[in-house]
Nanobody
Framework: QLQASGGGLVQAGGSLRLSCAAS????????IGWFRQAPGKEREGVAC????????EYADSVKGRFTISSTNAKDMVDLQMNNLKPEDTAVYYC?????????????????WGQGTLVTVSS
């Protein structure tokens, strides 16, 4: 079961930290990613940890600003978001899949948590 939290309202340039409770997924080599969906747009990948080698990947739009990390002991996958921009406003989801890689589209991920809303004001 996945559960995302940490969303909120922040001014442009500010920071937020999202957390995903990923009980049972981290020790079973699942690929876990953060995705987002803005109004009227398709869901897109933001950051991801590959289950096999724990390598990380980021969307070009967030590179250098967002950092994904995992804590096996706590079964948590966090997304630290710095220098937020209004275009980062979206509902953010964490998702996991045993047989997917970070390069795969959101539709390939079979386990999803509920979303958490991030609103960045200008």
């Amino acid at each position: 079961q996945l559960q995302a939290s940490g969303g909120g309202l922040v001014q442009a340039g500010g920071s937020l930290r999202l957390s995903c409770a990923a009980s049972g997924f981290l020790t079973d080599h699942y690929t876990i990613g953060w995705f987002r969906q803005a109004p009227g747009k398709e869901r897109e990948g933001v950051a991801c940890i590959n289950g096999d080698d724990h390598s990380t990947e980021y969307a070009d739009s967030v590179k250098g600003r967002f950092t994904i990390s995992s804590t096996n002991a706590k079964d948590m996958v966090d997304l630290q978001m710095n220098n937020l921009k209004p275009e980062d406003t979206a509902v953010y989801y964490c998702a996991a899949d045993r047989f997917s890689d970070c390069i795969d589209p959101p539709s390939d991920f079979r386990s999803w948590g509920q979303g958490t809303l991030v609103t960045v004001s200008s």
